[in-house]
């Protein structure tokens, strides 16, 4: 019998052979428990060896969920999901149980070598030189600002908040970040700043009001004309100049640089080029926060030869640093790491709040014109972050780099 999607077999109504094989494979949960449903709509339960999270699965395809899963691990997992071959009551739940279990179900979730080759390319291909970078941030920022505004907190930040309290409003929580940022620069009155990555204008404007001067560089048309009609409304225009520019044509020089979260979007085959022009442009003895996303060493060797689902679909060339190759980099050009602080479950916390109000959003998404492959995109993606940072296979840092006096 072939791996296809037939539902049960007559006379004994045993799952079909690719339902069975997954099952099989399943079996070896360490953490946690699953109940799995096949087309039939037949539970199938399976406990895991020691506590964890509970999770459900209907698998609506097999042979198709299977097949992908051989080929393509996480990737596939991913684009089943995207073409409802299968669903969960709780994304979130899932994933998170699947990433702390998943070095024990690698037939699932590694890909095959040619596979992994193939979308190893097809991610180098989009490599962030200086079109590739434009392209590649349009690609994922200009989507529009109407989309992004729908789930983002009111103040249009994307990136991780710092919470007081697990009830704590978003925009308080991004405040807080934006704060500790400030505050750790050690800003004389009136301090220039660059902001790498500046984004719809959250930072720039939270430093103009404490009477800093802001000069803010994005590679995205979308984000430069809602931060630019922000400042202005604000009437903060004077203190804050806003540039379509990549931050490898930065001739300026500042007091402080700042960075938050876009060091993300940079490329490994770029590390150096972007430490370098923070360095260039950091006055003597100036200090530069950066907020980065890091994955953990242990991940990195596989994660660096292959391309994850969120470098195919969601952000095309970009690479996260593990925290060891971050500072080395950062030395290598002359900047001595200060301080370091990690905050990923505030990560996980933020991206619940995006997920919940995104799905909230999603009729409205919808009348925008983003298809139902699109929507599951993006809620796999927003989850597939969140678990992540649950499982700490990724975390968050802030930390200070100081220019030599």
């Not at 037949?42 to 406990?47: C, L």
């Not at 530069?288 to 596989?302: C, K, L, N, P, R």
């Given at each position: 019998?072939?791996?296809e999607?037939t539902?049960?077999?007559s006379?004994?109504q ?5 339902l069975?094989?997954l099952?099989w494979q399943?079996?070896?949960l ?8 096949g087309?039939d709509?037949r ?6 060896a ?13 042979g ?14 991913g684009?089943?999901y ?5 669903d969960?009551?709780?994304?979130q739940?899932?994933?998170?149980m ?16 040619w ?7 097809r ?11 434009r392209r590649?941030?349009a ?5 529009g ?5 729908l789930?983002?907190?009111?103040g249009?930040?994307?990136s ?5 309290a697990?009830d704590?409003?978003?925009e ?5 970040k ?7 620069l050690?800003p ?8 790498i990555g ?18 803010g560089i994005?590679?995205?048309q979308?984000?430069?004309?809602h ?15 806003l540039?379509l520019?990549?931050y ?11 960075s938050?979260?876009m060091f993300e979007a940079?490329?490994?085959?770029f590390?150096?080029?972007?430490f370098?022009?923070?360095?260039r ?15 953990a ?11 994850d689902?969120?470098?195919l679909?969601?952000?095309?060339g ?15 050009a002359?900047?001595?790491t ?27 998404i919808?009348a ?16 597939y972050?969140?678990?992540g ?8 840092m802030?930390?200070?780099?100081e220019a030599?006096?």
């Amino acid at each position: 019998m072939s791996l296809e999607d037939t539902h049960t077999v007559s006379g004994n109504q045993r799952p079909d052979p690719a339902l069975r094989f997954l099952l099989w494979q399943l079996k070896r949960l360490h953490q946690g428990s699953l109940q799995v449903t096949g087309p039939d709509g037949r539970p199938h339960p399976i406990q895991g060896a020691h506590p964890g999270l509970d999770a459900a699965i209907r698998i609506h395809r097999p042979g198709a969920l299977l097949r992908r899963l051989l080929s393509r691990g996480l990737v596939g997992l991913g684009e089943g999901y995207m073409a409802g071959e299968w669903d969960t009551p709780d994304l979130q739940t899932l994933l998170s149980m699947g990433s702390v279990n998943q070095e024990h179900m690698r037939t699932l979730v590694y890909a095959s070598p040619w596979s992994r080759l193939a979308d190893y390319l097809r991610h180098r291909r989009r490599d962030n030189h200086r079109n590739g970078s434009r392209r590649n941030i349009a690609f994922h920022y200009d989507l529009g600002n109407d989309f992004y505004r729908l789930w983002l907190d009111a103040g249009m930040t994307y990136s991780c908040g710092l919470f007081a309290a697990e009830d704590e409003p978003l925009e308080a929580a991004q405040e807080r970040k934006y704060a500790r940022l400030l505050e750790r620069l050690e800003p004389t009155p009136g301090a220039h700043i660059l902001e790498i990555g500046c984004g719809w204008g959250g930072f720039a404007e939270f430093a103009a009001r404490r009477g800093h001067r802001v000069t803010g560089i994005t590679l995205s048309q979308e984000q430069l004309d809602h931060a630019r009609e922000r400042l202005q409304a604000a009437g903060l225009g004077d203190r804050v100049e806003l540039r379509l520019q990549d931050y490898r044509d930065v001739t300026d020089r500042f007091d402080h640089v700042v960075s938050i979260e876009m060091f993300e979007a940079v490329g490994e085959a770029f590390w150096e080029d972007w430490f370098a022009a923070v360095r260039r442009a950091l006055l003597p003895g100036g200090r530069a926060t950066v907020q980065v996303i890091t994955i953990a060493e242990a991940a990195f060797a596989y994660y660096r030869r292959a391309a994850d689902f969120i470098q195919l679909y969601i952000f095309p060339g970009g690479m996260l640093p593990t925290v060891q190759a971050f500072e080395d980099k950062a030395k290598a050009a002359g900047l001595r790491t200060r301080e370091r602080d990690f905050f990923g479950a505030d990560y996980a916390r933020t991206l619940d709040r995006w997920y919940r109000r995104f799905q909230e959003q999603a009729p409205a998404i919808r009348a925008l014109g983003y298809d139902e492959p699109f929507l599951r995109m993006w809620g796999f993606y927003l989850a597939y972050c969140e678990a992540g940072f649950r499982s700490r296979n990724t975390d968050l840092m802030q930390t200070v780099l100081e220019a030599p006096v």
